[in-house]
């Protein structure tokens, strides 16, 4: 996780940002929450190195529970996310500090909190970092389906060892998981019949695109929009 495109654009993070609510414990982990608690549905949204308060992804969690999913989006990151100077002086720490298999041990408490309160299929959608985490658990059956958008270093091996249907979204123009390690992911895949996947590259679009937009650029946007109607599609279609 060495480039730059990790670190670039970083958001304007708000707390108290989205129709939802923060959970101060929630499986161990402060939280934001959205959607109806009657839902026994639910995603996680494993953030990127920008942490739960993005509001780009509050939005996507949002637009999530509006299709009837209760979502959470834990802070993986205990409120330390990464800043332009930590980026620029020590992210070589940061990353020590913030590793994505100490995420995934803290995941599954979520899980397990999830199915106390009713909760009966569980998705979850990784970004970047984040997508790490997810891949950890869908090489499990914690989860019944998974999502990864440009993710950062998720392994050959660890796609090979993936055991719930998978969508892989991947831009054009990526440093960390160039097109062609996508395209790798997806042979490896297609060797797994048993595996239902997706595997898409969005062209035009740089690492990061489906969260670190402008949301006044309308192409931008209307890409990560774009992204976000995949991943959703894919919940709606495996996740009931």
């Given at each position: 996780m060495a480039s730059s495109q990790c670190c670039a654009n970083p958001p304007s993070l708000n707390p108290v940002y989205g129709k939802g609510h923060v959970a101060e414990d929630f499986g161990g982990l402060k939280a934001y929450i959205t959607g109806s608690p009657e839902s026994k549905l639910a995603i996680i949204l494993a953030s990127?190195?920008?942490?739960?308060?993005?509001?780009?992804?509050r939005y996507l969690a949002d637009k999530v529970s509006a299709s009837g999913f209760y979502v959470v989006v834990p802070d993986f990151l205990h409120g330390d996310p990464i800043t332009?100077?930590?980026a620029k002086n020590s992210r070589d720490e940061w990353l020590k500090k913030h590793g994505t298999d100490k995420?995934?041990?803290e995941a599954k408490p979520i899980i397990e909190a999830l199915k106390n309160i009713g909760i009966s299929a569980i998705g979850a959608a990784g970004f970047c970092w984040g997508a790490k985490v997810v891949v950890e658990l869908?090489?499990?059956?914690?989860?019944t389906a998974a999502v990864l958008l440009h993710p950062s270093r998720v392994t050959h091996d660890d796609i090979g060892d993936v055991k719930c249907p998978i969508s892989i979204l991947g831009a054009e123009t990526d440093h960390i998981t160039p097109p062609e390690m996508i395209k790798q992911f997806g042979e490896i895949l297609s060797s797994k019949p048993e595996v239902d996947n997706h595997v898409k590259i969005f062209p035009g679009v740089v690492h990061g695109w489906s969260l670190r937009y402008d949301v006044k650029d309308k192409t931008a946007a209307e890409k990560a929009e774009e992204a976000h109607k995949d991943m959703l599609n894919w919940f709606v279609k495996y996740i009931k």
């Open positions: 990127d190195v920008f942490g739960f308060e993005a509001p780009n992804l332009p100077e930590i995420a995934f041990e869908a090489k499990y059956d914690y989860i």
